[in-house]
């Protein structure tokens, strides 16, 4: 029997079947075609001009460390453009650590500007402590919260105008569908892949891999000899999220493009909603002053509760 | 310890915790409870007239005869209305039979008009013969599309001017999502608990019942002793529906009210597409006639490729 033969260069030898498309992809073009997508959507959606600074913001995970290294690529070209790394320690005893030690590795292997803020510092609670505090929500609701405010503040800190996140095609599937599951449904139409407030009164913050599958993230990670945190998050067993992701994975395989048909959907719910509920409103926070959809920001919410 | 009491009479001993409400019914109030909530729901969308003819769609199973039962009750005090039980026989070898033999019981006993029609009759099929010749498709899509054609015209045949199905609200939260995992957002818009056409070319049909979740609608079957096919339908294995009812369903459990807040985050999806796209053209099929959204109704599409 002949082995497959890739179907882009017809010469190599496919290592990887993509069910969503029906080809086979060599280890060359698979990378080359990755980064030509993540191209296509920073295009599409208009997320990067030519002179932004842009926080890549890192966990240490395969999302974060392959967006890196596509971004490293891409702004090459750019000699006005900048690159900085931000890293959150959220106060997760071992396993950040862990995380942290592997994206320094990274930053000084590739001669890359980061910041690493603490939640410790900048909130003066660990997650680990919080979470012990408040149980109301699940961890993963208060990290979140928290981890976005601390990303920008980092930012800020180094002077980029632009935010990048490695949500990946799979992430923005299960969120949509979370926040139907949760009644937020306004929330489909503020959750974009890139979110620019005409006013700068937050910044820019685009997920250039969002039209990637995490399978091929992963895989990306793996064909770029990328070191990355594969030990999931202690706290992530607790999340409603798991389910979510383990249905659409079931409905993958049975139907390849399952991810892509939700992602497409959310693009028609997300016009249609914008027109429904009109334009949201941005306020500043009773508390910290920075912008909100209410009088009090959700991180103000989180720790004023938490600390007296 | 003392037995939990029934929040409604605080008299009788609580056979059921509803978990989504954190109350104990007793068996008398149950009853008594699900009655009222259809009542609410029917006013609440006015789905139905003092003088109407429904045609109640009678599977056999435990959703159709616990909307068959509920119903009787309430179109008593209205003595204009009219019942009529319609009942489909698809053509499922041994599972259907044994349906329509549960069906035909109900009827004699209570009493109830009714008219039963066949695929085979109308279509010049059976789904048996069907689901042998088309494959594209999984059975359920087929037999859903046909179902609803045969309910309808068995409907006009013994003139009734609405019609009245058991689906229930696990039904509509699952049909919600999986319409969005295929893609169907628009569908959002046209599937809601009562569906008119203000220039009456179809005829009404109605849900009372998709306020009910699942799990109680069987138990009311249970506590009015309707005897209902509980096997399920030899196909439904093959459909997705299944992935989806089981995320559900753990959701559920997890967070009691998730189907409820489903429920409601459609209907503000659906208000949303509503506005977004506008009056949906009604035409007619250019083969039956029937009303369609397309040049060719679902039907013919099925059946031109079938029957050649």
Redesign the interface.
């Known amino acids: 029997m002949n082995p497959l033969r890739c179907s882009f260069c017809r010469k190599n030898e496919a290592f990887y079947v993509r069910s969503y498309e029906g080809i086979g992809l060599c280890h060359k073009c698979f990378k080359k075609n990755i980064e030509d997508r993540v191209r296509r959507t920073i295009s599409k959606y208009k997320m990067l001009k030519p002179d932004d600074h842009v926080a890549v913001a890192v966990s240490g995970g395969k999302d974060s460390l392959s967006l890196l290294t596509i971004l490293r690529k891409i702004t090459k070209r750019f000699p006005k453009s900048r690159l900085t790394a931000v890293t959150v320690d959220e106060g997760i005893a071992e396993y950040r650590d862990e995380a942290i030690r592997i994206a320094k590795n990274y930053y000084k292997k590739h001669s890359i500007d980061y910041a690493i803020v603490s939640f410790e510092d900048l909130f003066q609670m660990k997650l680990d402590e919080l979470v012990k505090k408040k149980r109301e929500l699940s961890p993963c609701s208060y990290c979140g919260v928290l981890r976005r405010r601390a990303i920008n503040l980092a930012a800020e800190k180094v002077g980029a105008n632009v935010v990048a996140t490695g949500h990946n095609l799979d992430d923005e599937a299960q969120t ?2 979370l ?8 929330r489909i139409s503020r959750v974009e892949p890139v979110l620019e407030d005409p006013n700068g009164r937050f910044l820019r913050r685009i997920k250039p891999i969002c039209e990637i599958p995490e399978k091929e993230v992963a895989l990306y990670a793996y064909e770029n000899g990328i070191e990355f945190q594969s030990v999931p998050c202690p706290y992530m067993a607790t999340s ?1 999220r798991n ?2 992701r ?3 994975n ?2 993958e395989v ?2 390849p493009g ?1 991810k892509y ?2 992602f ?3 693009e ?2 997300r ?3 914008k ?3 009109g334009k949201i409103e941005l306020k500043n926070c009773r508390y910290c002053g920075e912008p909100t959809t209410t009088d009090i920001c959700q991180v103000c919410k989180i720790l004023k509760k938490a600390v007296p």
């Not at 926040?179 to 306004?186: F, L």
């Open positions: 949509a569908m926040n139907i599951v949760h009644g937020d449904v306004t409603l389910d979510m383990s249905m659409l079931r409905m049975k139907h399952t048909t939700v497409r959907s959310i028609k719910l016009s249609a909603l027109l429904y509920a």
